[in-house]
């Protein structure tokens, strides 16, 4: 049973920094793109990050580019979201998603297969 679990979430103020980490089980982790999306309250849910199966290939959505970092250790069948310069539009819950590495990044959430329960970020302005 494949699980992903997040975790660092939490309430920090505007121009502050979190790093969520994203465990994985269930899988073999080094054969998975994996991706981070959030979700703001009473919005749809959008994409964050992508990264490629051996992480030497990442992706970002524009309104974090230069902000925020997304890395993962394949022996820990971790990955990480480092959050700097945080934002008040930042907020909202943030999710880690799976799917089979194909050699392409997805920003769409259709193309995930396995999904974590989500954690709280708050930004404070």
């Known amino acids: 049973q494949v699980q992903l679990v997040e975790s660092g979430g939490g309430l920090v103020q505007a121009g502050g920094s979190l790093r969520l980490s994203c465990a994985a089980s269930?899988?073999?982790?080094?054969?998975?793109?994996m991706g981070w999306f959030r979700q703001a309250p009473g919005k749809e849910r959008e994409f964050v990050a992508a990264?490629?199966?051996?992480?030497?290939?990442?992706s970002y959505a524009d309104s974090v580019k230069g902000r925020f970092t997304m890395s993962r250790d394949n022996a820990k069948n971790a990955v990480y979201l480092q959050m700097n310069s945080l934002k008040p539009e930042d907020t909202g819950v943030y999710y880690c998603?799976?799917?089979?590495?194909?050699?392409?990044?997805?920003?769409?959430?259709?193309?995930?297969?396995?999904w974590g329960q989500g954690t709280q970020v708050t930004v404070s302005s």
């Open positions: 990264i490629s199966a051996s992480g030497g290939s990442t």
């Open positions: 998603a799976a799917r089979v590495y194909g050699g392409t990044l997805y920003s769409s959430q259709s193309e995930y297969q396995y």
């Open positions: 269930g899988l073999t982790f080094s054969s998975y793109s």
